[in-house]
């Protein structure tokens, strides 16, 4: 007996805007006794939305969906009914996603005509379970280019950043401040096993699922990659730890300068036959952030393609040594790097000589560069000097070429050097505070960039921040909104992402496995 299987589409995506990814998502071994069948998604990323026909017993995809039979009595009827009902309660809320064609926008279905004023990822869900500085900084970045990002955290006390202080703006450190922007918060005890049961709810109606505790710690609340995608087969997993999944460290705890120290990075910091030093940025920790924001984006497009979710393992440890680039070629040559203060090891000059007054910063890395910098300095007598003739006699000449170039930077102040550099092609720049970085003309280049934004905090009032480091040409980055207060948006939550009613909302934050602060 063959049996009709039709899969429901949102009214306002034709056809032929879906794509067929639908078939490669999950599929499963079928067969309907009824003569009438429809398979409603559950989730806006794995729609085809064509009306199909299969014979019973063929394959078709069920995860993801409500399987409806429809049979003869009215009881089952009016039980399938309400099943649509809040399917639809679903689409107008969240809506479907649409493929390429037919005119339509990747995420969201709006026609092409509005593609200018849509964010590449808005429609994304992100459901945030990291603290400190790699994984929010990962979710602050994805939530410029328009994700929704549901910040989870500790009920009482939050982020940990949020008391690393000082400096502080009002109750909260700058430290979160800088990393959290564009997010919601809701305050949730994780580790209440009866309310890990919302963490798997949000989990189910979000795109991606971030993480940065020790590797078995989310495994043993239920929250593990093998419960959410049990759960929800289209997620993406990003999990950050600091050693990775598997050896002997993985179990350790991972903060930035431990895994600076143990990747090699702070052996190579420092001046010359000086002690180490510790960036002064947790480098380790925004390097991870930024590996983990470019996954997750390949990620999502990799479900596009596959109609499939996936696990990511990102690590501190990792993460520094992919950044350690040429110094790693130990691994080639065998040759242990050294520390270079300012300088650097295999470029001669390229470093900061002192002035009258401070410090400018020269990188001459070609033989154009060299010739300018000589003629600017006025020892044109070097350019046909036969043992500065290329960058290899540059270094193996290092000490000699060094002390006559610091002689004569001494000779000026930093202004006047900057002033003789000005439209050399040389690379060129002082040493600054922050407070001279804000009053200098670099810092009015940030600010016509936009790279400064200014917003308003529900507590503090008007705030500056670094924004996006990148612009885009179609679209503008998301408008900023302040890093909010701890469980600022517990309730908005939990109604309107997983439609919990008012008396539920109420018993959870009377039994403070929830909490919400008395002001928004």
Same mark, same amino acid.
């Given at each position: 007996?063959?049996?009709?299987?039709?899969?429901?589409?949102?009214?306002? !995506?034709?056809?032929?805007?879906?794509?067929?990814?639908?078939?490669?998502?999950?599929?499963?071994?079928?067969?309907?006794?009824?003569?009438?069948?429809?398979?409603?998604?559950?989730?806006?990323?794995?729609?085809?939305?064509?009306?199909?026909?299969?014979?019973?017993?063929?394959?078709?995809?069920?995860?993801?969906?409500?399987? @409806?039979?429809?049979?003869?009595?009215?009881?089952? =009827?009016?039980?399938?009914?309400?099943?649509?009902?809040? *399917?639809?309660?679903?689409?107008?809320?969240?809506?479907?996603?649409?493929?390429?064609?037919?005119?339509?926008?990747?995420?969201?279905?709006?026609?092409?005509?509005?593609?200018?004023?849509?964010?590449?990822? +808005?429609?994304?869900?992100?459901?945030?379970?990291?603290?400190?500085?790699?994984?929010?900084?990962?979710?602050?970045?994805?939530?410029?280019?328009?994700?929704?990002?549901?910040?989870?955290?500790?009920?009482?006390?939050?982020?940990?950043?949020?008391?690393?202080?000082?400096?502080?703006?009002?109750?909260? %450190?700058?430290?979160?401040? %800088?990393?959290?922007?564009?997010?919601?918060?809701?305050?949730?005890?994780?580790?209440?096993?009866? +309310?890990?049961?919302?963490?798997? +709810?949000?989990?189910?109606?979000?795109?991606?699922?971030?993480?940065?505790?020790?590797?078995?710690?989310?495994?043993?609340?239920?929250?593990?990659?093998?419960?959410?995608?049990?759960?929800?087969?289209?997620?993406?997993?990003? /999990?950050?730890?600091?050693?990775?999944?598997?050896?002997?460290?993985?179990?350790?705890?991972?903060?930035?300068?431990?895994?600076?120290?143990?990747?090699?990075?702070?052996?190579?910091?420092?001046?010359?036959?000086?002690?180490?030093? !510790?960036?002064?940025?947790?480098?380790?920790?925004?390097?991870?952030?930024?590996?983990?924001?470019?996954?997750?984006?390949?990620?999502?497009?990799?479900?596009?393609?596959?109609?499939?979710?996936?696990?990511?393992?990102?690590?501190?440890?990792? %993460?520094?040594?992919?950044?350690?680039?040429?110094?790693?070629?130990?691994?080639?040559?065998?040759? #242990?790097?050294?520390?270079?203060?300012?300088?650097?090891?295999?470029?001669?000059?390229?470093q900061a000589f002192k002035?009258?007054?401070?410090?400018?910063?020269?990188?001459?890395g070609n033989n154009q560069? /060299?010739?300018?910098?000589?003629?600017?300095?006025?020892?044109p007598e070097l350019i046909?000097?036969?043992?500065?003739?290329?960058?290899?006699?540059?270094?193996?000449? =290092?000490?000699?070429?060094?002390?006559?170039?610091? #002689?004569?930077?001494?000779?000026?102040?930093?202004?006047?050097?900057?002033?003789?550099?000005?439209?050399?092609? *040389?690379?060129?720049?002082?040493?600054?505070?922050?407070?001279?970085? =804000?009053?200098?003309?670099?810092?009015?280049?940030?600010?016509?960039?936009?790279?400064?934004?200014?917003?308003?905090?529900?507590?503090?009032?008007?705030?500056? *921040?670094?924004?996006?480091?990148?612009?885009?040409?179609?679209?503008?980055?998301?408008?900023?909104?302040?890093?909010?207060? @701890?469980?600022?948006?517990?309730?908005?939550?939990?109604?309107?992402?997983?439609?919990?009613?008012?008396?539920?909302?109420?018993?959870?934050?009377?039994?403070?496995?929830?909490?919400?602060?008395?002001?928004?």
């Amino acid at each position: 007996m063959k049996t009709k299987t039709r899969l429901l589409r949102p009214r306002n !995506c034709p056809d032929q805007s879906f794509t067929e990814n639908w078939w490669s998502f999950t599929k499963t071994v079928l067969r309907p006794s009824a003569p009438y069948n429809i398979l409603v998604p559950l989730h806006k990323r794995f729609a085809t939305g064509r009306a199909i026909s299969r014979e019973a017993g063929s394959e078709v995809p069920l995860s993801g969906c409500v399987f @409806l039979k429809l049979g003869p009595r009215v009881s089952e =009827r009016l039980v399938i009914l309400a099943t649509l009902a809040r *399917v639809k309660a679903l689409w107008r809320t969240s809506g479907f996603t649409c493929g390429l064609g037919g005119g339509r926008e990747l995420w969201t279905c709006r026609p092409k005509s509005d593609i200018d004023n849509v964010k590449p990822l +808005e429609g994304v869900k992100i459901l945030d379970l990291t603290r400190i500085l790699a994984g929010p900084f990962a979710t602050m970045n994805l939530g410029d280019l328009g994700t929704e990002v549901i910040k989870v955290e500790r009920p009482g006390g939050g982020d940990d950043t949020r008391t690393w202080g000082p400096p502080f703006m009002g109750t909260e %450190s700058t430290y979160f401040l %800088s990393v959290n922007l564009n997010k919601k918060s809701i305050a949730v005890n994780i580790k209440d096993p009866k +309310e890990v049961k919302i963490i798997k +709810e949000l989990a189910a109606v979000c795109d991606v699922f971030v993480g940065n505790y020790a590797p078995r710690k989310l495994s043993a609340m239920g929250l593990g990659y093998e419960d959410i995608d049990r759960l929800a087969p289209h997620i993406i997993y990003c /999990f950050i730890t600091g050693y990775g999944q598997k050896g002997p460290l993985s179990q350790r705890a991972g903060y930035d300068a431990v895994a600076s120290a143990v990747s090699g990075m702070m052996h190579i910091t420092g001046p010359e036959d000086g002690d180490p030093v !510790c960036p002064g940025v947790a480098m380790t920790d925004l390097a991870t952030g930024l590996y983990a924001f470019g996954v997750i984006m390949t990620g999502l497009i990799q479900r596009y393609r596959t109609g499939k979710g996936l696990f990511i393992d990102c690590n501190l440890l990792s %993460s520094q040594v992919a950044c350690l680039t040429q110094v790693a070629d130990y691994l080639i040559a065998q040759k #242990e790097p050294e520390c270079w203060g300012t300088a650097h090891g295999s470029i001669v000059p390229y470093q900061a000589f002192k002035t009258k007054d401070g410090y400018l910063v020269i990188g001459a890395g070609n033989n154009q560069q /060299f010739a300018a910098m000589c003629k600017i300095l006025n020892l044109p007598e070097l350019i046909d000097d036969w043992k500065y003739k290329t960058n290899h006699l540059w270094v193996q000449n =290092r000490k000699q070429l060094i002390k006559i170039l610091s #002689e004569w930077f001494e000779e000026e102040m930093t202004n006047k050097w900057l002033h003789l550099f000005e439209g050399s092609r *040389v690379p060129y720049g002082p040493i600054n505070n922050m407070k001279n970085c =804000r009053a200098s003309g670099l810092f009015f280049e940030v600010l016509h960039n936009g790279f400064i934004m200014e917003l308003k905090d529900p507590t503090m009032g008007k705030i500056s *921040v670094p924004g996006p480091a990148v612009r885009y040409s179609i679209f503008k980055m998301s408008e900023a909104r302040p890093p909010p207060l @701890l469980g600022q948006h517990t309730t908005y939550i939990l109604k309107e992402t997983v439609r919990y009613d008012d008396r539920t909302i109420h018993e959870l934050l009377g039994t403070a496995v929830v909490s919400q602060p008395k002001t928004e």
